[in-house]
């Protein structure tokens, strides 16, 4: 079976300060994993994905993520926040052996920005 | 269209009438997946379709919810005799699962349904 714990669901930074966004996962199979961003009243926007190619892996708006197996951790950070990153962020997994199947997310997590 | 589509954006029904969400997956996606966003639940899985049958459909909460995809294109999420337990936004995503693809899934923007 495989999960997704985020830590906090709700956190607040100052603009211009770093965003750490906390997921760890658990899989019985090489995971795939992914971090979406849901603007309010949006869709979900893939922000970044992780399919064991590199395990630092670059996203859109200056997002990362690093894959740490020893941890079982994919944290999503980014350098220095906007007030356009205010969002909800969700992480996600899916194993990696199968080509089509649903996605398990986390409960997520409501970034705000402070000015 | 470029994306996946869903319509109506918004429900809004009374306890115990039939309702009906649609979904446009983007052109060529051979799989679409249906899951729900609800304040208390999270996102969760419903049902997904490989061309129009359905591997897995384990997330469907009760015997009142279905979902039917014809001509490997559109699907209809149908939930009868809808209870207020049944407010949420319903997504709906497609992709392509290929070689490569990495079971990336493209979201549309969600039926907002409200059971009065």
């Known amino acids: 079976a495989q999960s997704v714990t985020q830590l906090g669901s709700h956190v607040s930074v100052s603009e211009g300060a770093l965003v750490l966004l906390r997921c760890n996962y658990s899989?019985?199979?090489?995971?795939?994993l992914f971090w979406y961003v849901q603007y309010p009243n949006q869709g979900l926007q893939l922000l970044l994905k992780?399919?064991?190619?590199?395990?630092l892996v670059k996203g859109i708006n200056g997002f990362e993520a690093e894959f740490k197996k020893s941890e079982t951790s994919f944290h999503l950070t980014k350098p220095s926040a906007h007030m356009s990153d205010a969002a909800e962020y969700f992480c996600?997994?899916?194993?990696?052996?199968?080509?089509?199947?649903?996605?398990?997310f986390g409960s997520g997590t409501r970034l705000s920005i402070r000015p | 269209g470029a994306g996946v589509s869903q319509s109506p954006s918004n429900k809004v029904t009374e306890k115990g009438k039939d309702v009906e969400l649609r979904c446009d997956p983007i052109s060529g996606h051979t799989a679409l997946y249906w899951y729900r966003q609800s304040l208390g639940q999270g996102l969760e899985f419903l049902i997904y379709f490989q061309g129009n049958s359905a591997p897995d459909k384990s997330g469907l909460p009760s015997d009142r919810f279905s979902a039917e995809r014809t001509g490997g294109s559109v699907s209809t999420l149908t939930i009868q005799r809808t209870q207020q337990e049944d407010s949420a936004v319903y997504l709906c995503a497609s992709n392509t699962p290929a070689g490569g693809s990495y079971n990336e899934q493209f979201f549309g923007p969600g039926t907002r349904l409200t059971v009065l």
């Open positions: 899989s019985s199979v090489p995971p795939y």
């Open positions: 996600a997994v899916t194993p990696g052996y199968s080509s089509a199947s649903k996605i398990i």
């Open positions: 992780y399919t064991s190619a590199a395990t």
